[in-house]
């Protein structure tokens, strides 16, 4: 039997992690002063309905900061009644948990687009394009475990995201099956986007198809997206197709140099810090209203992270 040693060196800590708390006090202080000020872009929806007695601009706040700081519905109730944030919005009294979550069925997806347009410059150098996969349900591992049948299900949507690689803001989003593919999404994608002028649009192998590259070239974008290994130059209607294998056959550094192509990693950068900091998971059960906080996730991001 191996002895261990007897000699008991002191663990030193090789670097001092200091967190300055007043620093990051008042930088989420003025993350929920951002948060308020977006109920002036909401107040739109105030206008048609007078005698509401809760307006639907102060409710999608409290939606933010329910995203914000992932609570529940309950959470955010007992926080709006406890916190004051109600006589910061000026409600005359607290809202339900079951009122700011029926706040999800008034909103529409094209009106928290048009929102968003107001958050993204119009003219953008460099983009990217590409999907990752959100979960609809919060189970844990034993949960997995214990009744086999949920480990079955695919139970997850797949999040499409047009991303400016410079800025880093969210231009367009839109929810999918877990199944489905990238590439035939990149059309519609674009075409809401047809008001923005961009010079290179970035994604990687899964957009490789020549309908892909006619809608880049279409739009008067230069795609970025590598071609498959054993792609021929005969690339028949698809001349920017054709082009862009003759150009990576002949030197792929260069290429990749030429269009910036290193630079869609911050693609993945910012899902990935979008479910670091709102969560890897989607709350809402109806189908519309997980689109709608996918929206919703995407302006909190849009304001939050790289503010106006």
Same mark, same amino acid.
């Given at each position: 039997?191996?002895?261990?040693?007897?000699?008991?060196?002191? $663990?030193?800590?090789?670097?001092?992690? %200091?967190?300055?708390?007043?620093?990051?006090?008042?930088?989420?202080?003025?993350?929920?002063?951002?948060?308020?000020?977006?109920?002036?872009?909401?107040?739109?929806?105030?206008?048609?309905?007078?005698?509401?007695?809760?307006?639907?601009?102060?409710?999608?706040?409290?939606?933010?900061?329910?995203?914000?700081?992932? %609570?529940?519905?309950?959470?955010?109730?007992?926080?709006?009644?406890?916190?004051?944030?109600?006589?910061?919005?000026?409600? =005359?009294?607290?809202?339900?948990?079951?009122?700011?979550?029926?706040? &999800?069925?008034?909103?529409?997806?094209?009106?928290?687009?048009?929102?968003?347009? +107001?958050?993204?410059?119009?003219? %953008?150098? &460099?983009?990217?394009?590409?999907?990752?996969?959100?979960?609809?349900?919060?189970?844990?591992?034993?949960?997995?475990?214990?009744?086999?049948?949920?480990? =079955? =299900?695919?139970?997850?949507?797949?999040?499409? %995201?047009?991303?400016?690689?410079?800025?880093?803001?969210?231009?367009?989003?839109?929810?999918?099956?877990? *199944?489905?593919?990238?590439?035939?999404?990149?059309?519609?994608?674009?075409?809401? +986007?047809? $008001? &923005?002028?961009?010079?290179?649009?970035?994604?990687?192998?899964?957009?490789?198809?020549?309908?892909?590259?006619?809608?880049?070239?279409?739009?008067?974008?230069?795609?970025?997206?590598?071609?498959?290994?054993?792609?021929?130059?005969?690339?028949?209607?698809?001349? *920017?197709?054709?082009?862009?294998?003759?150009?990576?056959?002949?030197?792929?550094?260069? $290429?990749?140099?030429?269009?910036?192509?290193?630079?869609?990693?911050?693609?993945?950068?910012?899902?990935?810090?979008?479910?670091?900091?709102?969560?890897?998971?989607?709350? *809402?059960?109806?189908?519309?209203?997980?689109?709608?906080?996918?929206?919703?996730?995407?302006?909190?991001?849009?304001?939050?992270?790289?503010?106006?």
């Amino acid at each position: 039997m191996q002895k261990t040693s007897s000699n008991k060196k002191e $663990w030193k800590r090789n670097k001092e992690v %200091i967190v300055q708390w007043a620093q990051y006090d008042a930088h989420r202080l003025n993350e929920c002063k951002y948060v308020l000020d977006l109920r002036d872009l909401f107040i739109e929806l105030d206008k048609p309905v007078q005698r509401r007695e809760f307006l639907l601009s102060r409710l999608t706040v409290l939606l933010f900061f329910k995203i914000m700081f992932g %609570i529940s519905f309950r959470g955010i109730a007992s926080a709006t009644k406890d916190l004051g944030i109600y006589q910061i919005l000026g409600m =005359k009294r607290s809202p339900s948990y079951k009122t700011i979550q029926r706040t &999800l069925s008034y909103l529409d997806i094209k009106y928290l687009s048009r929102i968003n347009r +107001c958050l993204i410059p119009t003219a %953008i150098r &460099l983009t990217g394009i590409d999907s990752s996969g959100m979960k609809l349900q919060r189970k844990g591992a034993w949960v997995q475990l214990r009744f086999q049948r949920y480990a =079955k =299900k695919r139970e997850f949507k797949k999040i499409h %995201i047009f991303v400016d690689l410079d800025s880093k803001k969210i231009l367009h989003c839109i929810m999918t099956d877990g *199944s489905s593919h990238d590439s035939p999404y990149l059309k519609s994608i674009l075409k809401q +986007c047809s $008001w &923005l002028k961009v010079d290179i649009i970035l994604g990687d192998g899964g957009y490789d198809s020549k309908e892909c590259f006619n809608v880049i070239t279409k739009l008067g974008a230069t795609p970025g997206i590598p071609v498959r290994k054993n792609s021929i130059t005969r690339s028949r209607g698809s001349m *920017s197709r054709k082009k862009a294998i003759i150009e990576q056959k002949k030197d792929m550094e260069g $290429w990749k140099e030429k269009v910036q192509y290193t630079m869609r990693c911050v693609v993945e950068s910012i899902f990935s810090g979008t479910k670091r900091r709102f969560g890897e998971f989607l709350f *809402s059960l109806n189908e519309r209203n997980r689109c709608v906080e996918m929206w919703l996730r995407t302006i909190l991001w849009n304001v939050l992270i790289y503010p106006r």
